[in-house]
């Protein structure tokens, strides 16, 4: 809750609540005769839950209108799904997004690439940045369609049990255009095993922050009252033979999810890609080339205190929710932004200000889209605007250098073999 209050930040695009018209803002006032003053979150999204078709009345408080606004819904199944962002960043470079790994991902890629149509696809950007990962099985499926049909994609050992391979099955299914996969420090698990497949086998650039690290396999044994142990009993490896897991041995739990940092590289596990390019393990997958986008003192301050967020409803009290996709924050927007900070106490000087100005104007559209045109096309605008999306495409010719460099140990693997 925002001050006591409970905010919608942005309903899903297609969600009962998105075609009722409620907008990211609205305070939610009541649920069905009861009021939500008080309430947490979770209290008041229990309220509006139900059965598939049955009616739930919310009463909603908008900026710039004197009277609550009453919409009646009717409960809907909303889908949430793991591929929600792909398109083109420009003729020929395509954009993936995949924020996890559940039982659908691998369709719901197949079916971004046949939206998009691979057979045009000169490049490609795949996002993986705060991906936590999931399901095993779809994580080796994504990568195992980059890849040739039976190269390993990770393998799991343990102390008394076999190592363990997972190959790709359904290999050669994309074309063989030049692939930089985006990571971060939040990338972990499932995703971890995609990136570190793809770069061991040089398919593709890898390109961000170091990974979370975790590949741990863990099996959970029955005990009493329904309780049970999570044991950990192997490991994963990528194909070069790098572990996956960081160390969790020197620090406290907190430290370990929340306050790492990034040591030297570990030269105790050094391994080599397909065509002998050193890659280093035991600390997540470390990027081909290192980016870390950092904000500003200012920046920081716009962005904690939710202050596009909370400006955005008052700017669109009274004023029309249609934008063009060309539309741009004018002067006038500019200066009514500067005073909504100085009237609502954020800490900034009159010189950062000004040395943001664009940063702003583009926050500004961002969050604009959200209520205008609705959450995937304010996330396609994000994407367009990110500095780690922009570099990654000026570093697809290093992808391409990869698949040039897999042609010429090819030829040079047949110059070597015996003829018959």
Not at 65 to 93: H, N
Not at 102 to 123: P, V
């Amino acid at each position: 809750p925002k001050d006591n209050r409970i905010v919608v930040v942005a309903p899903f695009t297609g969600s009962p609540a998105y075609k009722a018209g409620i907008r990211p803002g609205d305070v939610i006032l009541e649920v069905d005769g009861k009021r939500t003053e008080g309430m947490s979150s979770k209290e008041v999204a229990d309220l509006l839950k139900g059965p598939k078709g049955t009616p739930v009345t919310v009463v909603i408080g908008r900026e710039g209108v004197d009277k609550p606004l009453t919409f009646q819904l009717i409960r809907g199944e909303i889908p949430r799904y793991s591929v929600q962002t792909a398109f083109w960043l420009k003729p020929g470079i395509a954009y993936i997004d995949i924020e996890m790994f559940n039982e659908n991902t691998s369709e719901e890629l197949e079916a971004a690439f046949r939206k998009l149509g691979e057979q045009n696809i000169r490049g490609l950007v795949l996002d993986l940045r705060s991906n936590p990962g999931g399901l095993l099985s779809e994580g080796v499926a994504v990568a195992g369609r980059f890849l040739k049909k039976g190269q390993v994609v990770v393998s799991s050992r343990g102390r008394t049990s076999p190592e363990r391979p997972y190959v790709a099955t359904n290999g050669g299914a994309a074309g063989n255009y030049p692939i930089v996969v985006l990571v971060d420090r939040y990338s972990a698990s499932a995703a971890e095993i995609v990136a570190g497949a793809l770069q061991d086998h040089d398919r593709a650039w890898v390109f961000g922050d170091n990974t979370f690290g975790k590949g741990l396999v863990q099996t959970v044994f029955p005990l009493s009252e329904g309780t049970g142990l999570a044991l950990t009993t192997a490991k994963y490896y990528t194909p070069s033979g790098r572990l996956i897991q960081r160390d969790y041995t020197s620090g406290s739990f907190y430290e370990y999810y929340y306050n790492r940092k990034e040591g030297p590289k570990n030269t105790l596990d050094v391994k080599m890609t397909d065509a002998g390019r050193p890659v280093y393990g035991g600390n997540g997958i470390q990027p081909d080339e290192k980016f870390t986008l950092k904000y500003n003192r200012f920046q920081v301050e716009l962005l904690r205190k939710g202050a596009f967020r909370d400006y955005i409803p008052k700017y669109f009290a009274g004023r029309d929710l249609k934008l063009g996709r060309d539309w741009n924050p004018d002067q006038e927007m500019l200066n009514d932004f500067h005073q909504f900070l100085l009237k609502n106490n954020y800490s900034f000087t009159e010189a950062e200000f000004a040395e943001n100005n664009d940063w702003v104007r583009q926050q500004l559209k961002r969050e604009a889209l959200v209520t205008s045109a609705g959450l995937d096309e304010s996330l396609k605008y994000a994407v367009e605007i990110d500095p780690a999306v922009q570099k990654a495409v000026e570093s697809l010719p290093k992808a391409q250098a990869l698949l040039e460099l897999q042609k010429k140990q090819l030829v040079q693997a047949g110059k070597r073999s015996p003829r018959d």
